[in-house]
């Protein structure tokens, strides 16, 4: 999607191995997010950052970090997968302004084996 | 915080228009209504937004009820390439986006 770029596109940890999953935005967004998706469920909120240099926890942020590097990045850590973090984690970003729709990232597959 | 309720899954034959139905009873009053959808596997793409009036842009209508507890998303005439999941979406806190679990909308020839 165009404006938010995530790397690495495709990842295989085995479990106890960390990894950081890397998030750019080049749209001068205020607020950042990371999102997990797992097979046939919605999307579930794992961290977000509001401004530069401001973290908040999501619904599951359990077992993952986050580091707001600047306005452009917004790092996701796991610092000793388990095979229960295998999923598919979206970053997006949003202008903070009421009524304007997030830019949402293609996407990292990740399974911990 | 406001919750949606969606039918799991809808279809529609191409070319016809799809009407995407969505309960948010227990919405506030400065709660936007918000649809996004995904396709395949891809990163959700932002579809329309509505606090109290219809919307319309390029790609759909928004129609909200008077009360603002439900809402439907039109697809005019719909094509193979609207296949895809449906959120619905009421805006949590300041600017969080909670998602459900959505309609999996399968458009048929």
């Known amino acids: 999607n165009a404006g938010v770029t995530q790397t690495p596109k495709f990842q295989v940890l085995k479990t106890g191995q960390s990894m950081t999953l890397q998030c750019a935005q080049d749209?001068?967004?205020?607020?950042m997010y990371w999102y997990r998706q797992d097979p046939g469920m919605g999307l579930r909120l794992i961290y977000y950052s509001a401004s530069e240099g401001t973290t908040d926890k999501g619904e599951v942020p359990n077992g993952y970090n986050v580091s707001r590097l600047n306005k452009r990045e917004f790092s996701l850590r796991l610092e000793s997968a388990a095979p229960s973090q295998t999923s598919v984690y979206f970053c997006a970003s949003l202008l903070e302004r009421q009524g304007l729709g997030y830019t949402f990232g293609s996407g990292t597959r990740l399974t911990v084996v | 915080d406001a919750k949606t309720t969606q039918p799991p899954s809808m279809d529609c034959a191409e070319g016809r228009a799809a009407n995407l139905p969505c309960n948010h009873s227990?919405?506030?009053?400065?709660?936007?209504v918000y649809w996004y959808r995904q396709i395949h596997s891809q990163g959700p793409q932002y579809i329309i937004h509505g606090l109290k009036n219809n919307e319309t842009n390029e790609m759909a209508s928004l129609i909200i009820t008077e009360d603002r507890k439900s809402s439907t998303l039109i697809l005019p005439h719909a094509t193979l390439r609207d296949t895809a999941v449906y959120y619905c979406i009421v805006r949590v806190g300041t600017d969080k986006l909670i998602f459900g679990t959505g309609t999996r909308l399968q458009v048929f020839p």
């Open positions: 227990t919405i506030s009053g400065n709660e936007y």
């Open positions: 749209m001068n967004h205020n607020s």
